[in-house]
């Protein structure tokens, strides 16, 4: 009945999500095929558990394998396609598709579905924003996928409450109970028997008759002089070298080794512009961009870049110590797990997108004053708006929010930072 209810998981919304994946195309239609067969390899497990009894942990997590290895490559596929203009798409389901380890979860896995849910609309918001004046096709695609989760919840709530349920044990004769009472006595000892008679108990006899000869047994003894004693002899003191533990250099210091460093990569791929692992470089300038164009900046580190012209959008991923100056973007300019950034525009941006960041400023031009700033996860953000004169006025992004319960629900103010 388990495995039942969860087909009609895969009949019913997770059909309509792949549908209109479908109907979108593109990077989406290749997303929601992984997806689809993520989910098929979940049911053959849980098939599986219907009709076979908990295996140890090394062998569930073999069984566990086909699931784990669609949900990899479904978040593979999203790094591989960062650029792509379906990102917040394929973010969505990246982030909440780790919702199919709730076998692994105990004792309480439909809350940790909820949570995996919750963690997806971050980037689902971001899909209706941009897409439902357009095409609703995009928020019924959004529709699905979280009816997905919610169904997924609600089917962990009834079958597996506690935890992934195995099948009964095996069943058959139960084994026979334990005898009752205590064991016989061994039998007693014969002391007349002639142990010198017994050839395989020579060496026993042998010691018996050193034993039998009372104060005698002492007279062979050596001994102990003064040279002998260690507390009146301190050279005697010395012993073996105490144990060094084996030096981490060797072959198993291959561990420890740093990994090789990425070269630095100044290209352009059709649309794309591509700026990853540069370190130290203050003169990364990209010229001759295009409205359509990207520009993509992967894990650089104390660099500047300098973008001339007009172009769709911009995003920096793992950057540190980085800043970036541009014209004007048709679309946004987004951090994401970002430390220590800096941005100016001199034209126009219309979003600034600022999600898993610790320190991030924002210079404005008087034609951006309009901006939608939008944050998640992050601190340490500041808006620099300028003046008359030229300089600069800082407002700190608000971090600290306040909310009280009501008989309306929930009410969230800012708790402004006086210090």
């Known amino acids: 009945m388990s495995a039942n209810a ?10 309509q999500y792949v549908l209109y994946s479908e109907s979108i195309g593109g990077d989406v239609a290749t997303h929601s095929k992984m997806v689809q067969q993520a989910f098929q390899a979940q049911l053959d497990f849980l098939k599986n558990a219907s009709r076979s009894v908990e295996p140890p942990q090394s062998q569930l997590l073999q069984l566990l394998s086909p699931t784990d290895k669609k949900i990899q490559e479904i978040q593979g596929f999203r790094e591989k396609n960062r650029v792509s203009k379906l990102f917040n798409h394929l973010s969505a389901i990246s982030e909440s598709i780790p919702a199919l380890g709730w076998v692994a979860v105990k004792p309480a896995p439909a809350p940790y579905v909820k949570e995996m849910n919750d963690a997806g609309q971050f980037y689902t918001n971001r899909v209706l924003k941009e897409w439902k004046e357009t095409d609703k096709t995009h928020v019924n695609w959004v529709r699905a996928w979280a009816e997905t989760l919610t169904q997924l919840q609600q089917y962990v709530k009834q079958y597996h409450t506690t935890g992934l349920v195995w099948a009964v044990t095996n069943s058959g004769p139960p084994p026979p109970p334990p005898p009752s009472g205590l064991p016989p006595p061994p039998p007693p000892l014969d002391l007349d028997s002639n142990f010198g008679d017994m050839n395989v108990n020579d060496d026993r ?4 008759a050193q034993i039998n000869q009372g104060e005698d047994i002492t007279k062979k003894l050596k001994k102990v002089t003064s ?5 009146k002899n301190p050279t005697l003191r010395t012993g073996p070298a105490p144990f060094k533990a084996p030096s981490s250099t060797g072959v198993t210091g291959v561990r420890n080794a740093p990994p090789a460093e990425k070269q630095p990569v100044f290209s352009r791929d059709g649309k794309k512009w591509l700026i990853e692992y540069h370190k130290g470089n203050q003169n990364l300038v990209v010229d001759n961009v295009e409205m359509n164009n990207v520009v993509y900046v992967f894990k650089c580190e104390q660099s500047n870049i300098r973008v001339n012209g007009k172009l769709n959008s911009v995003v920096l991923d793992s950057c540190k110590k980085t800043s970036i100056v541009f014209d004007s973007l ?7 797990n970002c430390q220590s950034v800096q941005m100016q525009v001199l034209g126009k941006v219309p979003t600034i997108s600022v999600d898993k960041t610790d320190g991030c400023q924002m210079y404005l031009s008087k034609d951006s004053l309009d901006v939608e700033i939008i944050s998640s996860k992050s601190s340490e953000m500041n808006i620099l708006v300028p003046k008359d004169n030229g300089d600069y006025t800082e407002f700190p992004v608000p971090e600290q929010f306040k909310t009280t319960v009501s008989t309306k629900g929930l009410s969230t103010i800012i708790v402004e930072n006086k210090g």
């Open 227 to 231: 040279e002998m004693q260690t507390h």
């Open 205 to 208: 006899a042998a010691l018996f």
């Open 6 to 15: 969860y087909n009609d998981i895969l009949l019913g919304p997770l059909a």
């Open 330 to 336: 048709v679309s946004s300019i987004e951090f994401i």
